[in-house]
């Protein structure tokens, strides 16, 4: 079973943690869903169902939704799915997936990866085609996912 918005394998999440944000009233706003988040933009979509086939193996896992960018996390953060469109000029993908590790990993595969703290490495891989998440990236999410604990 994936992961959807808000849920844990099939698990509410809970009431605290739910990842909405709070409206004006106080009240706590609905959580977009991955079809919002990447509503006209079918690749970004596809690719964020790609990565959840590559987790579905490895554990529990949540999804949250912001407006701008899909969340996998455990305890905290592990990967995340972004438009670039969103933010720079001239985008070199129609989306990118950044994955927390514990290490620098060397790929040349990503296209970028920064150190914002001691203990973690963000590397950011452009997607071009489904076909590149492959049995690399499943092993970086797997190493990822077992760090968010």
């Given at each position: 079973m994936r992961a959807a918005a808000g849920v844990q394998r099939?698990?509410?999440?809970?009431?605290?943690?739910?990842?909405?944000?709070?409206?004006?009233?106080?009240?706590?706003?609905?959580?977009?869903?991955?079809?919002?988040?990447?509503e006209g933009r079918p690749f970004a979509l596809a690719t964020f169902r790609r990565a959840q086939e590559l987790l579905?193996?490895?554990?529990?896992?949540?999804?949250?939704?912001?407006?701008?960018?899909?969340?996998?996390?455990?305890?905290?953060?592990?990967?995340?799915?972004w438009v670039p469109g969103q933010w720079l000029a001239r985008p070199g993908a129609d989306v990118v997936l950044t994955i927390a590790l514990g290490r620098h990993d060397p790929s040349p595969r990503f296209k970028e990866v920064a150190h914002p703290t001691r203990l973690h490495w963000m590397h950011h891989l452009e997607v071009h085609d489904l076909a590149e998440l492959d049995d690399d990236v499943a092993a970086w999410l797997r190493e990822a996912w077992q760090r968010a604990g």
């Open positions: 099939g698990l509410p999440a809970a009431a605290d943690d739910s990842g909405g944000g709070r409206r004006d009233d106080g009240e706590v706003a609905p959580e977009n869903t991955p079809e919002e988040c990447f579905d193996d490895v554990g529990p896992y949540d999804v949250r939704v912001s407006r701008s960018q899909v969340a996998f996390r455990r305890r905290r953060g592990f990967a995340w799915l």
